[in-house]
C-alpha cells in the first residue's frame, strides 16, 4: 500500500524559506511521477510543481517559479520543495501526490501546514 507523509511546513514571515519533504512508501518510488500541491482556505486546491520519475523533467505554476525548487532523492523515497522568497498568499496546506501511469494523481499524502505572515 503506498503512502506518502510530507513534513517540514510551519509558521514563517514573509520572505522567508522553507523546505517540505514527502516520504514515500509501498511501490516502486522511482518510476513515478511526483507532484506537489496547495490548497488555501476556501480555494480550490491548485498544482505548485511536479518532477518526471528520474528527475529530469520538472514544471511549476507560474506563481511559484523562480521562487520554488523541487527535487527527488529516489535512493531515499523522498521528493522535497525547497520555498524560498515566501509570500503571504502562499499560505496553504501543502500536499504531495504520486502520478500513476494514466495521468492523473492517484496517491495523496496527509498534508502539511505552510503559513505565511506579512
Known amino acids: 500500500q503506498v503512502q506518502l507523509v510530507e513534513s517540514g511546513g510551519g509558521l514563517v514571515q514573509a520572505g522567508g524559506s522553507l523546505r517540505l519533504s514527502c516520504a514515500a512508501s509501498g511501490g516502486t518510488f522511482s518510476l513515478y511521477v511526483m507532484g506537489w500541491f496547495r490548497q488555501a482556505p476556501g480555494k480550490e486546491r491548485e498544482f505548485v510543481a511536479s518532477?518526471?520519475?528520474?528527475?529530469?523533467?520538472?514544471s511549476y505554476a507560474t506563481s511559484v517559479k523562480g521562487r520554488f525548487t523541487i527535487s527527488r532523492d529516489n535512493a531515499k523515497n523522498t521528493v522535497y520543495l525547497q520555498m524560498n522568497g515566501l509570500k503571504p498568499e502562499d499560505t496553504a496546506a501543502y500536499y504531495c501526490?504520486?502520478?500513476?501511469?494514466?495521468?492523473?494523481?492517484?496517491?495523496w499524502g496527509q498534508g502539511t501546514q505552510v503559513t505565511v505572515s506579512s
Open positions: 501526490a504520486r502520478r500513476g501511469r494514466a495521468g492523473s494523481y492517484e496517491y
Open positions: 518532477i518526471s520519475s528520474s528527475g529530469g523533467i520538472i
